[in-house]
Each structure stands twice: as C-alpha cells, then as structure tokens.
C-alpha cells in the first residue's frame, strides 16, 4: 500500500482515519528464524526513514537478529522506496513472514502506525533531528545514524526527547559494538597504557562551501521527477542549497521486460557514491563529523566522557603540522586530527599515546605496547598489510587481493542492531545511548566551529555554553540556525 498521495482529504483527517485501522494490518503468529523461535510477544516491528546505502546496509543487520520484522518505509525518493520494499519483501518472504513493506513519502504517516515499534532513521543528518524527535513522540524507540545531528542545539533537543518520553535509544556507532574498539577501550579505561596524553584520531577533512560542489560537478541541475526536493530539504534554510544528483545519489530499477515468449531481466543500478551532503557546510559536517562520530567517540568513550567534550578547540595546525583541528579534555589529554599510522596516513583509526605504551586500533586491527594484552583472534591486519592468504595468485581477480580494510563492509552492524533489539525488549539502556551520540554530535560541531573562525575556542560541557561570552562561536550555524518554515525544533534550549 503506497501512502505517497492524498487526493481529496486533508492530512490531519487522513492521519486520524489511518489511525483506526493500521494497528490490524500485520499478523503475527509464533515463527522461527535460524532456529530460534520467537512469541508475538517478543515479536519487533520495525519502520525505516530514509533508504539509501545505509539503511540497506542496517537492513542486513536487522535481518540477522530473530523476531524482527519490517512493516513500513519512507524516503523522498519513490524509486528508493519501491527498491527497499522489494528488498524487504523478499527477505521476509524468505522467511515464511506476510512480505509486505508498506511505503510512505511522508514520514508522519509512518510515525502513526499502532503496529510500529521502533524505526530506524538513516535520512541526511540535517533531518535526524525532527525525524527522531517525532519518534519518540509518537511512542516509537529509535536507532539513529551517526552523527546525530547537524547543529550542538539539536543534540540536546534530542536528548530531552528521548528521555522525557522514556525511549531505548541507539546511536548508529557500531564500532562501540566491534571487538578492537571494546578492547581498546578497556585497556585504557584499566590504566594499562598509563595516562593518555595524546590521541591521534585520523577521519579526514572537514567540510568545504556547497558552491565547491556545483563548480566540480555540474552546477544546479533539474531535479529528477522521482524526488521531492523540497522535501528533502525539509529544515534547511539556505537558498545556496540547490539540487545536484551529488546530494541525492539517482538509482535504476531492476526491470522485467516480456516481449512474446521471450523475458528479459535489465539489471538496476545503485548509487554509485554515497550523498555529498554530508561534505559540504551548507549541508553536513565533513568528515569531522562524518568518521568523526565513530572515531572521536571511541575517544570521547575511552576517556570517560560520555555524554560530555573536551573543554578547547583548536584550529589547523595549532599544536602540529598536518592537523586539521584538535581539542583538549579538562584533564590534559590532546586529541588531534592526525594520521595514526605514519606508513599509511590516509587510514582511518585511532593512536593514544600513555606514560607507560600506546595502542592503535581500527575496524581491521588493534596494536598494543604490551601485545599480551590483545587476544589473538582480534589482533587482524594493519592497514596497508596482507594475510597470507590475501596475497595476490595467478588469475585472481584484483579486486579479490586488495587489503582487508580495503575489503570490508562499510557498516558491520548486526552486534549493533541485536543490541538495540534486546534493549526494546528489555527495556535497558543501549551500548551506544543518546547522550553517547548527542556528546560525540557536539564535540564534532565544536571542531568545525574552531575550524572555521580560525582560532580557539572554549566550551563549558557542564553548562553548555561557550566561555568568555563568545558572541562569534555562538552565532555560528553549527551551534543554531532558524529551521525554514514550517519547521520547527521541539525542545529547544538555546543557551548562548
């Protein structure tokens, strides 16, 4: 059932009708998924806002966790929603579950579903906000894509609604869910490297104005009949902010065609990059934010501050040639945005560098001073280097011999999603819960912030203000920008 248009009835009456009868729609009896049976009762049904490559990818990893089902979708894009509804319905169909998925352009309409539990939100980091917000007011738990949100406003608008509306919340760093990553966290958190006086947190750039965008890819273009630009746009005010497909990656369908007797199957075609928004100021927060909510949240978390940020910022350059910015915790410790490994500096990962050793650690490996404090099975590959068995054999296809790093799935989600799906159940607090993603959220806004001014710039975690006044800092649009009407940002708290 496509919800997508609403012809002759005005959408508040349409969500009140549609209120009456979608609580029946899906059934549910006692099923089983690899071997593990599961009751209606514990039986989670799932809504996904937002369907491009990272919900696909957070798809796969609900689909490993047992009682799961995906009941509803809802993107902008009608060709992302017609492709995510055939990937659910023949995965559930697989299953011996009703295949259906129903689509929606408008995301209220899917928050107003009785029979929705939880719904994941994969959209432009500019719509996470409203999209979680709303969520929680209309009784659903949330898994949210890194990083949380846009502005530092929205992080602790989110956190009040999650809290006041008594939600399990997951944030969608599921490197907090990855063996290297637990590992090195607890080795620092055990005092084994002594104290951290300097982390080197490799993510890349941060962002760079839109109008690069337009002078390297085209300039504005028409959008595409499939797309609500509009829409998409949702909060954003700034009227720089045209449509190129960098921002909203196109896709094809995979068609059948019968002519006669004869069928034949077009393949589709994916996007081929992931959506620029999220490197362009207008729009996102660069790398900083982007590989920054992973990284400097595995720093953030290793230092014992979740929920918080390091009191400075400082721009390029400031402590080291070759950083981007860096930022400095009450207790001494300097995180910087710096290569981690010097024989292989564009790799994303971490380096804390103790009084008494160091450890490095990424999605593919972990080093340590003291390897005896690594078990084996999780030590893996140092970017840059090969397994054995990774070499390169006559005929193999290159693509099959590059590194592992080089090979590994963006987002290796499914110890993060079952996570998630036991905490609905339980009722207990996530591995990665709101104020963890709302505190990383803001210390990347606050990197960007110094960034952009060029200078320092002091943060006083507890109060959530800039200190000494700083009129400049709280003006920059990463700390608050008016949403275009006719949003607007429930919770708000605006404290400079």
Request: with cysteine.
């Amino acid at each position: 059932m496509n919800k997508t248009e609403n012809k002759g009835m005005s959408r508040r009456n349409f969500l009140r009708i549609s209120a009456l009868g979608l609580s029946s729609l899906t059934i549910m009896p006692s099923w089983a998924q690899n071997g593990v049976k599961v009751a209606p009762s514990d039986r989670v049904v799932l809504g996904f806002i937002g369907l491009g490559r990272q919900a696909l990818s957070d798809f796969r990893g609900f689909a490993s966790c047992a009682g799961v089902q995906v009941a509803a979708c809802c993107d902008v894009d009608s060709l992302k929603r017609e492709r995510f509804r055939r990937t659910v319905a023949q995965w559930q169909s697989s299953r011996s579950m009703n295949e259906r998925c129903d689509m929606y352009e408008q995301y209220e309409e899917l928050l107003n579903r009785k029979d929705i539990d939880a719904v994941e939100v994969a959209s432009p980091d500019h719509w996470h906000t409203l999209h979680t917000i709303h969520a929680c007011q209309a009784g659903k738990d949330v898994y949210c894509q890194k990083p949380l949100t846009y502005t530092i406003t929205e992080a602790y608008a989110m956190i009040d609604a999650v809290r006041q509306n008594h939600r399990v919340f997951q944030t969608g760093s599921q490197q907090r869910s990855g063996a290297t990553f637990q590992k090195a966290i607890e080795i620092i958190q055990a005092g084994k490297i002594g104290h951290v006086e300097k982390i080197y947190s490799k993510v890349g750039d941060p962002p760079r104005p839109i109008e690069k965008m337009y002078e390297e890819f085209g300039g504005v273009q028409p959008i595409p009949a499939n797309l609500n630009f509009n829409l998409w746009l949702g909060p954003l005010n700034d009227p720089k902010i045209e449509y190129n497909e960098q921002l909203c990656p196109q896709i094809v369908l995979e068609q059948t065609i019968t002519k006669g007797k004869k069928t034949e199957v077009i393949p589709g075609k994916s996007e081929g990059f992931w959506g620029a928004w999220r490197w362009y100021r207008e729009t996102g927060n660069g790398y900083t934010a982007d590989w920054g909510a992973h990284m400097h949240d595995i720093a953030n978390c290793a230092m014992g501050f979740d929920g918080l940020q390091p009191v400075e910022y400082y721009p390029r350059n400031y402590w080291n040639e070759g950083e981007a910015y860096s930022c400095r915790w009450p207790d001494g410790t300097i995180m910087m945005e710096h290569a981690y490994l010097e024989d292989s500096p564009n790799s994303q990962g971490l380096k804390f560098m103790g009084t008494n050793g160091y450890v490095d650690v990424s999605r593919s490996h972990i080093e340590c001073s003291d390897m005896s404090l690594i078990p084996e099975d999780i030590r893996g590959t140092r970017p840059g280097q090969r397994r054995p068995q990774q070499q390169p054999q006559q005929g193999r296809n290159q693509a099959q011999a590059r590194p592992q790093q080089a090979t590994q799935a963006y987002e290796v989600s499914s110890p993060h999603a079952q996570n998630f799906i036991d905490c609905i159940r339980s009722r207990e607090q996530t591995i990665a819960p709101i104020e963890a993603g709302a505190g990383t959220a803001v210390l990347c806004c606050l990197c960007n912030i110094a960034y952009e001014l060029g200078r320092p710039v002091k943060w006083n975690p507890a109060t959530r203000t800039f200190v000494g006044n700083d009129k400049e800092a709280a003006a920059h649009r990463l700390y608050y920008y008016e949403y275009r009407k006719p949003y607007v940002l429930p919770y708000l708290d605006k404290r400079c």
